[in-house]
């Protein structure tokens, strides 16, 4: 099973950016994708954004030209960036990553907030103040 280490989170004001890394033991297959989810206390674990092994990318409507995600697949370390950081973005962010098929796509991926037989990271938090 790949094993998935989230780094990169911390507090920033309002308006700031970070950048997430997520570095993972083996390199996404065809037909793999990986995906940057967040958790807040109370509220379910939602999908941020994916992307698969093509490269194509989803993003949640709250993050669309905010956030971008992107990966290094020669490293085998799955990027997130996010800028102009709001309140709300504060949660537990974590990494997942495995293979989507059938009727699965990272569209799915995404709106299920991740599949819970796939890989998943220890998360980082990120914390944004007013």
């Known amino acids: 099973r790949v094993q998935l280490v989230e780094s990169g989170g911390g507090s920033v004001q309002a308006g700031g950016s970070l950048r997430l890394a997520c570095t993972a033991s083996t390199g996404a297959a065809p037909g793999y994708c990986m995906g940057w989810f967040r958790q807040a206390p109370g509220k379910e674990r939602e999908g941020v954004a994916v992307i698969d092994s093509d490269g194509s990318t989803v993003y949640d409507d709250s993050v669309k030209g905010r956030f971008t995600i992107s990966k290094d697949s020669a490293k085998n370390i799955l990027y997130l960036q996010m800028d102009r950081l709001q309140p709300e973005d504060t949660a537990m962010y974590y990494c997942?990553?495995?293979?989507?098929?059938?009727?699965?796509?990272?569209?799915?991926?995404?709106?299920?907030?991740?599949?819970?037989?796939?890989?998943w990271g220890q998360g980082t938090q990120v914390t944004v103040s007013s």
């Open positions: 997942s990553m495995g293979y989507v098929g059938g009727t699965a796509n990272k569209a799915t991926m995404l709106a299920r907030g991740g599949y819970e037989y796939h890989s």
